[in-house]
């Protein structure tokens, strides 16, 4: 198994406040993504990143921030959280972005009160 | 715009039966078409990779077919076995320099005993 650790893996949390997930590899894999997955919608890019401090938005970005200040680590945060961000969120890396297979995480349960 | 659909949308057979499932996709210009599989409560899993000049490839149980004339795939599973139940996922990647690959909804199989 790629080496993918999310945490926290279930989060309780309350509207307004703020919250971060984090995704760390140890595969040294250039691309990282965020993807959010929610009934009916299947999964979707919140913000990937294809190196350290290269970032960019994918098709629901609105209400997130990400960071990747080291190759490993890929940070999500929810600057004031609401209940529509209420979902299962993955990280995914891969070698080449292009063509390459997505390694996913176990997920991140959220849950936004 | 890119776009994957997958049908059906959910399916449930008996153990031992077989089942096929369909992928149409309008991404352009194609690199390769994978199928996930993703547990409940696991994250996905890459099955097969299919990429223009293949039609047809196994793993297993598990056959893919791509017919990039019609852009068409399927995915189909022998002998199923319980432990089929999941999510199959159809993602296709495109050629020339993008690093988001298409993901559809997917298809929930159930397996009944």
């Known amino acids: 198994d790629a080496g993918i650790t999310q945490s926290p893996r279930h989060k309780v949390t309350e509207t307004g406040t703020p919250v971060t997930l984090r995704c760390h590899q140890t595969e040294n894999h250039r691309y990282m993504y965020w993807y959010r997955q929610d009934p009916g919608h299947g999964l979707r890019l919140i913000h990937y990143?294809?190196?350290?401090?290269?970032?960019d938005k994918g098709e629901v970005s609105d209400g997130y921030s990400v960071s990747r200040s080291k190759t490993e680590d890929f940070l999500l945060t929810l600057e004031s959280a609401t209940s529509s961000q209420t979902s299962v969120y993955f990280c995914?890396?891969?070698?080449?972005?292009?063509?390459?297979?997505?390694?996913f995480g176990e997920g991140s349960r959220l849950t936004v009160l | 715009k890119n776009q994957v659909e997958q049908s059906p949308q959910s399916l449930i057979i008996l153990e031992g039966k077989n089942c096929t499932l369909q992928?149409?996709?309008?991404?352009?210009?194609?690199?390769?078409l994978r199928w996930y599989k993703q547990d409940t409560g696991r994250g996905p899993v890459s099955l097969t990779i299919m990429t223009f000049s293949e039609n047809t490839k196994s793993n297993g149980r598990y056959t893919a077919t791509l017919d990039a004339d019609t852009k068409q795939s399927s995915l189909h599973i022998t002998a199923s076995q319980l432990s089929d139940s999941a999510s199959y996922i159809c993602?296709?990647?495109?050629?020339?320099?993008?690093?988001?690959?298409?993901f559809g909804r997917g298809t929930s199989l159930i397996v009944h005993p």
């Open positions: 993602v296709v990647s495109a050629a020339g320099g993008s690093y988001i690959p298409t």
């Open positions: 990143s294809y190196g350290v401090k290269d970032t």
């Open positions: 992928c149409n996709y309008t991404v352009s210009p194609f690199s390769n």
């Open positions: 995914a890396i891969s070698d080449h972005g292009q063509s390459g297979e997505l390694f």
